[in-house]
């Protein structure tokens, strides 16, 4: 059984209403996953309740505000093996019942873990490798009577990839922690500590966080934080997290993905202030390079493709996206010329991490963009350039989208720059039009809003649809079907303009929508012949375009933004009108925008 999870502990000197603050906590992580849930409360006993569901659901069987203790775990969960069922749900517990315990990861050797456990008597609840954990742990108490010591024990025996919190009766004011390859924080509080999966959950009570690495293992009292690494105790270095609470709440939206859209200006303004020197250091580590490799997955990919399309006319030299999880056919080309981009919001992925760790090894350079500070993969890259965007909770990326376009483009006009094919003026001329583009993105959003939304009560119906563009604005035609599909369930199939007559052109009939991203470039008297053909089939024709642009007399619906010059103000101002029609599409069909079926925001299995 492999989990891709949110876990949450407190331990506090008080007793509180404990499951409060967790299942509250849970909520901010629930975008990891959403099939089960569970809490564990430690007080004279050891209390589990877990369930099928979502948090809400879920909460209302347990008693939350009647519940006073100083210990508890929570945990949500995504299954990718296996039903969400109650058994499966964490937290897990050991066959005396004195032990629970929350994981996101895979122990790997899980089977033979429990072959041998099985043949010590143990009973086993649930199908899943986390559940060995405990009963692991029950055996070593058998040996010590340290709890910690048994813990230490247990962590050497076990292999994959884990962040655990675990509580126990016999130290019941303490929380034990491991971390290798999922995240893990530590939030000290006043009288209060925790941990979880990521920082959004600890906001509300402190913003003292501790990041703790691989092989690091941790003990949380109410008072203190005790961190060692082999054996060895390292000073927890406390850093301060500059997101605020409110940051992560819905303020007034009805979904967090609307509320997203809306803050794409400031999430832009933000990333877009990157100080000149990192700037330019970045820059030249994409000059120097004699080959350049971006990696990344979903809408992060499709970030990677603007600049890579960009540098390939601009640079002269090489230059690649791979997806993630297929980098294997690029590996041979990697070696200590190559400069690895990896792009990651998250900073989590699995596929990503896989694929840089594994290149990283020809000696390769590396400059990651991630949204989250102190990521792995940020972690693991030479350079690091962090989208300046806030937490994004709605699982389908918007505003990390744009920041990590306006990133990616800033830096690719910044790397032209110093080779020498933008002149100084031009560069000059670039820098003035990119300061403008947040005001241009806020005025946008709210002129398509209205639009979106009556072209979502026509389109809900649609079974299909077709995203076309040419040239330059291909990467936002796979943007915007990804999040139709993602969130509406409407299939959507991006296109090369010029391709779809290929093969495509056969589904399209009466009303089938295809939508046009098809901007004033050296592309719009091209397209015109592809909107034509579409149109003659009977297709009903949505333009997301530029003021003056030849195609508005052909279309049905037309989202007319100003007329823009710069691959950069396109790239991320023809997304805009897209993401609000897929997020007023889903909720046209009753669908929850922020919580797509089968999908999980940071996915850590591969
Ligand atoms: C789509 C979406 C996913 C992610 C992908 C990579 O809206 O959010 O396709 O883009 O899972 O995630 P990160 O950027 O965290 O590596």
Known sequence: MISMCGIIACVSKEKIPILKTILNSLKKLE????DSVGV?????SLFIQKEPGKIDDVAKNINVNGIFAKVAIGHTRWATHGKPTQKNAHPHSDCTNSIAL??????????????????KGHVFQSETDTEIIAHLLEEELKETHDFFDAFKTMIKKIKGTYAIAVVSKSDPEKIFLAKKDSPLIIGVGKSQNFAASDIPAILEYTRDAIILHDGE?????????YIERNNVPIEPKVVKVLWSPEMAQKRGYPHFMLKEIYEQPIALRNTLDIPETELLNAAQTIVDAENIIFIASGTSYHATLHAKNYLIR??????????????DSLKSLVDDTTLLIPVSQSGETMDVIRALNDLKERKANT??????????VARLANHVIYTQAGPEIGVAATKTYTSQVAVLMLLSYTASFLNGSLEQSEYHKYLEKIRKIPVMVEKNILNSELQARQLAQKIKIAESSFYLARGQSIPTAMEGALKMKEI????????????????????????FPVFFVAPRDETEKKILGNIEEMKARGANIILVTEAGSVAIPRADTTFILPKMTLTIERAINLIIPLQLVAYYTAVERGYDPDKPRNLAKTVTVD
Not at 31 to 34: E, K, T
Not at 316 to 323: A, E, G, H, N, Q
Not at 368 to 373: F, P, T
Request: proline residues 4%; glycine residues 4%.
């Open 488 to 511: 509406a369930y409407i299939h959507a199939e991006s296109y090369p303009a010029g391709e779809s007559k290929h093969g495509p052109i056969a589904l399209v009939s009466e009303n």
């Open 102 to 119: 929350v994981h996101n990861g895979i122990i790997e050797n899980y089977l033979e873990l429990k072959k041998e456990l099985l043949a």
């Open 314 to 327: 601009h640079l002269k030299k090489p230059i690649y996206s791979v997806i993630a999880s297929e980098y």
């Open 40 to 44: 564990a409360v430690i007080d004279d």
């Open 217 to 225: 293992i941790a003990v949380l009292t109410a008072e203190s934080v």
């Open 31 to 34: 975008y990891r996953g959403y």
């Open 367 to 376: 400059l990651a963009i991630s949204n989250v500070y102190q990521s792995t």
